[in-house]
């Protein structure tokens, strides 16, 4: 059978590139690929003990550095590849994968290299864009970063896959909404403000209640910002109209708390294509979200027709939204009712599955692409390289000397990213997020079908 390794952060548990790697690991066995995780591991963050115990039906192979330095990094991953064996190699969120396997190409070794771009960030296009003559096939969450994989860091669009992570269908009976006494509002996911702006619900409750809106708020999640949500939220003053519940499963996310939703908030400032929402339009629950970029161009969430929208970090314009759903005669069942019916072919966690392996098989009949030689590195060298000593002599004196860097967060553990990015870098992509919007609302386009077949 054929066999993709996929190599990723072992400190995230929950969110949505890690629920598409889980549903690939167990459903492409079904479609003729064998799917492995190559576990990024370390001793601060990257805990894979903790990652076995959330997920044991799960084959894992631990990524373990000797030392925490890129060349130790890179080494250990090619020790990894090596003993596995995969026909594709995946990175999703491990920069030094990219490295990894353009020397296995170099030294005349044949895995694909595949990258995940799951989310529109400048770091993720740049890095592309440096090793796009080693990557074999890009698979992006959404038209804006397809297009900026494209456009902006140089792959042939036939090597870029377009593959938003499936949602599958509801397990109760589901009906639209229509007014009651109470707005159910809903907010499901990371409790992070960096990617997700979660404290913008802070501001948003404090307008709803000097509106007088018979609401009930349900904040379901983990994160780095539940203290601070919850010292401003769970309060004697809220606790009779708003509940924090932890992380749940998708059974438990189905069956108790989308049937029980009339609305569901998303403050993203940049997203792919965001899964809980799509999740909430199949239950026939109404997304009120940012107008992040991409949101326009990908078409599944349209402002007044399935779902109602705001400018990123505008509280006045999201409350007036999440008021009128309320107040305004019809609306919400109107909504409610396109919503229902928003979804079809790839969107849905059939299709989505499906083009994913197909995705896969086209990455390998594709020619295998191999650069000359790799990137130059832009960083500084260290002090004791620049004096001469090669990289694995210079990590076992630091690691004696005990002068080896200590991370402060995951992403010094592993980084996700692998070079610095230019400020025109950054500027190029705000460029192509207005240029793809303004062109997805047009009058021409407007109006276009939602979903493609």
Same mark, same amino acid.
């Given at each position: 059978?054929?066999?993709?390794?996929?190599?990723?952060?072992?400190?995230?548990?929950?969110?949505?590139?890690?629920?598409?790697?889980?549903?690939?690991?167990?459903?492409?066995?079904?479609?003729?690929?064998?799917?492995?995780?190559?576990?990024?591991?370390?001793?601060?963050?990257?805990?894979?003990?903790?990652?076995?115990?959330?997920?044991?039906?799960?084959?894992?192979?631990?990524?373990?550095?000797?030392?925490?330095?890129?060349?130790?990094?890179?080494?250990?991953?090619?020790?990894?590849?090596?003993?596995?064996?995969?026909?594709?190699?995946?990175?999703?969120?491990?920069?030094?994968?990219?490295?990894?396997?353009?020397?296995?190409?170099?030294?005349?070794?044949?895995?694909?290299?595949?990258?995940?771009?799951?989310?529109?960030?400048?770091?993720?296009?740049?890095?592309?864009?440096?090793?796009?003559?080693?990557?074999?096939?890009?698979?992006?969450?959404?038209?804006?970063?397809?297009?900026?994989?494209?456009?902006?860091?140089?792959?042939?669009?036939?090597?870029?896959?377009?593959?938003?992570?499936?949602?599958?269908?509801?397990?109760?009976?589901?009906?639209?909404?229509?007014?009651?006494?109470?707005?159910?509002?809903?907010?499901?996911?990371?409790?992070?403000?960096?990617?997700?702006?979660?404290?913008?619900?802070?501001?948003?409750?404090?307008?709803?209640?000097?509106?007088?809106?018979?609401?009930?708020?349900?904040?379901?999640?983990?994160?780095?910002?539940?203290?601070?949500?919850? +010292?401003?939220?769970?309060?004697?003053?809220?606790?009779?109209?708003?509940?924090?519940?932890?992380?749940?499963?998708?059974?438990?996310?189905?069956?108790?708390?989308?049937?029980?939703?009339?609305?569901?908030?998303?403050?993203?400032?940049?997203?792919?294509?965001?899964?809980?929402?799509?999740?909430?339009?199949?239950?026939?629950?109404?997304?009120?979200?940012?107008?992040?970029?991409?949101?326009?161009?990908?078409?599944?969430?349209?402002?007044?027709?399935?779902?109602?929208?705001?400018?990123?970090?505008?509280?006045?314009?999201?409350?007036?939204?999440?008021?009128?759903?309320?107040?305004?005669?019809?609306?919400?069942?109107?909504?409610?009712?396109?919503?229902?019916?928003?979804?079809?072919?790839?969107?849905?966690?059939?299709?989505?599955?499906?083009?994913?392996?197909?995705?896969?098989?086209?990455?390998?009949?594709?020619?295998?692409?191999?650069?000359?030689?790799?990137?130059?590195?832009? +960083?500084?060298?260290?002090?004791?390289?620049?004096?001469?000593?090669?990289?694995?002599?210079?990590?076992?004196?630091?690691?004696?000397?005990?002068?080896?860097?200590?991370?402060?967060?995951?992403?010094?553990?592993?980084?996700?990213?692998?070079?610095?990015?230019?400020?025109?870098?950054?500027?190029?992509?705000?460029?192509?997020?207005?240029?793809?919007?303004?062109?997805?609302?047009?009058?021409?386009?407007?109006?276009?079908?939602?979903?493609?077949?």
């Amino acid at each position: 059978m054929k066999k993709v390794l996929i190599v990723t952060p072992s400190a995230y548990l929950r969110g949505g590139v890690e629920t598409i790697i889980h549903d690939l690991c167990r459903e492409l066995p079904h479609l003729g690929w064998c799917s492995d995780l190559g576990l990024a591991a370390g001793e601060r963050f990257h805990l894979v003990s903790r990652y076995r115990t959330a997920y044991p039906e799960v084959s894992v192979h631990p990524i373990l550095p000797r030392f925490p330095t890129r060349r130790a990094r890179v080494e250990a991953i090619v020790s990894v590849i090596r003993s596995v064996a995969p026909d594709i190699v995946v990175a999703a969120r491990i920069a030094d994968v990219y490295e990894a396997v353009a020397r296995l190409k170099l030294s005349s070794e044949a895995p694909r290299l595949g990258v995940m771009v799951r989310g529109l960030e400048a770091q993720y296009v740049h890095d592309v864009s440096a090793y796009r003559d080693f990557i074999d096939a890009c698979f992006a969450d959404g038209r804006l970063i397809e297009r900026a994989c494209v456009e902006l860091a140089g792959m042939d669009r036939d090597r870029v896959f377009n593959l938003p992570g499936g949602v599958r269908p509801p397990v109760v009976p589901v009906g639209q909404r229509v007014s009651g006494e109470v707005l159910r509002i809903g907010y499901v996911g990371r409790l992070a403000q960096a990617d997700k702006r979660v404290l913008d619900l802070i501001a948003l409750v404090e307008r709803l209640e000097q509106a007088d809106l018979p609401f009930m708020l349900s904040i379901i999640g983990e994160g780095p910002e539940e203290a601070a949500l919850k +010292g401003a939220l769970d309060t004697p003053a809220h606790r009779s109209r708003i509940r924090f519940l932890p992380w749940q499963t998708h059974e438990a996310l189905y069956r108790d708390v989308f049937p029980q939703l009339d609305c569901l908030l998303n403050f993203s400032p940049t997203e792919g294509v965001t899964i809980a929402p799509r999740e909430g339009l199949g239950h026939g629950v109404v997304p009120v979200l940012s107008r992040f970029p991409g949101l326009v161009a990908e078409g599944i969430f349209r402002d007044g027709h399935n779902a109602l929208t705001f400018e990123v970090g505008d509280m006045d314009a999201a409350a007036r939204q999440v008021i009128a759903l309320h107040r305004e005669s019809g609306l919400l069942a109107r909504l409610s009712a396109a919503a229902i019916v928003s979804q079809k072919g790839r969107y849905l966690f059939e299709g989505s599955m499906k083009a994913w392996a197909d995705a896969f098989d086209a990455c390998l009949r594709a020619p295998p692409r191999c650069g000359r030689r790799l990137p130059i590195d832009d +960083g500084p060298r260290p002090r004791l390289e620049r004096m001469g000593l090669p990289g694995a002599i210079a990590d076992r004196l630091r690691s004696w000397s005990r002068r080896m860097p200590q991370p402060s967060e995951p992403g010094g553990e592993w980084p996700h990213g692998r070079f610095r990015v230019p400020a025109a870098a950054q500027d190029r992509l705000e460029a192509l997020e207005r240029v793809c919007d303004d062109a997805a609302e047009t009058p021409s386009t407007a109006a276009a079908p939602m979903m493609e077949p």
